[in-house]
Nanobody, 129 residues
Framework: QVQLVDSGGGLVQPGGSLKLSCATFGRPFGIYVMGWFRQAAGKERLFLAAIRWIDDITYYADSVKGRFTISRDNAKNTVYLQMNSLKPEDTAIYYC??????????????????????WGQGTQVTVSS
């Protein structure tokens, strides 16, 4: 059974930076992808970024491309989301997740939250003056 623990959220001013972490326990065998999503109050859960664990291939949502960077640390079984130039509209609960489907692996279904099997508990990010 896979367990994900995401952390690093907090309060930051517009234009500031924040780095989220997602520690993975019981990582599944075979090919898989780690992703980051966010969900604002009253809104649907939206894809942000994903990384293929074994070869470091990454995918990004257009809304965060150039501002957010996803990365991994194999030794620590941890994935990160570096967030720069934060805006008030970035305020949301941020979740990490794991996907094993081929559609996610090949960069086709990676934006669909329903394709991800395991989720972290979420960490709150608030961007405000």
């Amino acid at each position: 059974q896979v367990q994900l623990v995401d952390s690093g959220g907090g309060l930051v001013q517009p234009g500031g930076s924040l780095k989220l972490s997602c520690a993975t326990f019981g990582r599944p065998f075979g090919i898989y992808v780690m992703g980051w999503f966010r969900q604002a109050a009253g809104k649907e859960r939206l894809f942000l970024a994903a990384i293929r664990w074994i070869d470091d291939i990454t995918y990004y949502a257009d809304s965060v491309k150039g501002r957010f960077t996803i990365s991994r640390d194999n030794a620590k079984n941890t994935v990160y989301l570096q967030m720069n130039s934060l805006k008030p509209e970035d305020t949301a609960i941020y979740y990490c997740a794991t996907a094993t489907s081929l559609s996610v692996w090949h960069g086709r279904g990676h934006r669909d939250a329903n394709e991800y099997e395991y989720w972290g508990q979420g960490t709150q990010v608030t961007v405000s003056s």
